[in-house]
Antibody, heavy 121, light 107 residues
């Protein structure tokens, strides 16, 4: 079964740091571009970041550029999001998701259940 | 960056109604457009990719059309289980921007 399982979400104070993880199984992890998408409570979906299959290329939403770092460990079938200088507006459910195609940028066909990050003093 | 704008933000229709809502890109994106369905408290689900290709397992009452900047998602006969928020997304380049969503309710 193809599966993505996020972890690491907690309550953290503004200015703090946090590392999210996503464990992948059921597919060839190092074939696919991976993403983080977030959803603030009661709000819509916001794409956060992507990392290419080999980890060489990364992109970020303007809202997190310079504060978040996406990475992957293909030997561990794992995706990560290092979140620094956290703000209250980073409070959201963070989803791990993957491109459906290994050969071209594509839609997201598999989503994890999400991990909740709350930034509050 | 290309912005994605969905309309309306919400709609209410009767079971069996034909429902159509739109997504507009601020610049042309060819057919690099996906639609997702998110039911309350659930994870988003891919419905349509490449603007008009139905994802495996998605009921045939869902259809998508468009190219360039203007896209539509149609539900041919609305069912109670279709109550959800629907998001469009561009994927031709980063950022992979989502629209703000259209919330569909039953009248």
């Amino acid at each position: 079964e193809v599966q993505l399982v996020e972890s690491g979400g907690v309550v953290v104070q503004p200015g703090g740091s946090l590392r999210l993880s996503c464990a992948a199984s059921g597919f060839t992890f190092d074939d696919y571009t991976m993403h983080w998408v977030r959803q603030a409570p009661g709000k819509g979906l916001e794409w956060v970041s992507l990392v290419s299959w080999d980890g060489d290329n990364t992109y970020y939403a303007d809202s997190v550029e310079g504060r978040f770092i996406i990475s992957r460990d293909n030997s561990r079938n794992s995706l990560y999001l290092q979140m620094n200088s956290l703000k209250t507006e980073d409070t959201a459910l963070y989803f791990c998701t993957k491109d459906m195609s290994s050969s071209a940028w594509s839609a997201f066909n598999i989503w994890g259940q999400g991990t909740m990050v709350t930034v509050s003093s | 960056d290309i912005q994605m704008t969905q309309s309306p933000s919400s709609l209410s229709a009767s079971v069996g109604d034909r429902v159509t809502f739109t997504c507009r890109a601020s610049q042309g994106i060819s057919n690099y457009l996906a639609w997702y369905q998110q039911k309350p408290g659930k994870v988003p689900k891919l419905l349509i990719y490449a603007a008009s290709t139905l994802q495996s397992g998605v009921p045939s009452r869902f259809s998508g059309s468009g190219s360039g900047t203007d896209f539509t998602l149609t539900i041919s006969a609305l069912q109670p289980e279709d109550v959800a928020t629907y998001y469009c997304q561009k994927y031709n380049s980063a950022p992979r921007t989502f629209g703000q969503g259209t919330k569909v309710e039953i009248k």
